[in-house]
Nanobody, 127 residues
Framework: QAHLMESGGGSVQAGGSLRLSCSAS????????MGWFRQLPGKEREGVADIKRDGSTTYADSVKGRFTVSKDNAKNTLNLQMNSLKPAGTALYYC?????????????????????WGQGTLVIVSS
């Protein structure tokens, strides 16, 4: 049974940092493309960062230069280092995995079309 589990969410003041992790198990292996989405209150789920099988990455414009996505294939874990956090970053952060790329040419696929999702981890950034 394929499974994704996020951890690392919490509360932080603006300007602070958090590191999210997503542990993958079951059928989700290094052949999968993986990434992070977030859902702000009252908003649609939006792509934050992805990492493809070849290690290349894509970032949303709003997080470029502040967030770093990485993958530890030995531990089958996806990470998201978030620095210089802003109150607008308060959201539920989700890990996703798919055998197809999550982005093409910088454009995010429809989240509803992705194969696997975690349950989410809450990040609260206070001003």
């Amino acid at each position: 049974q394929a499974h994704l589990m996020e951890s690392g969410g919490g509360s932080v003041q603006a300007g602070g940092s958090l590191r999210l992790s997503c542990s993958a198990s079951g059928a989700i292996d290094s052949s999968y493309h993986m990434g992070w989405f977030r859902q702000l209150p009252g908003k649609e789920r939006e792509g934050v960062a992805d990492i493809k099988r070849d290690g290349s990455t894509t970032y949303a414009d709003s997080v470029k230069g502040r967030f770093t996505v990485s993958k530890d294939n030995a531990k089958n874990t996806l990470n998201l280092q978030m620095n210089s956090l802003k109150p607008a970053g308060t959201a539920l952060y989700y890990c996703a995995a798919d055998r197809r790329q999550l982005t093409y040419g910088g454009s995010w696929r429809d989240p509803d079309a992705l194969e696997r999702w975690g349950q989410g981890t809450l990040v609260i950034v206070s001003s």
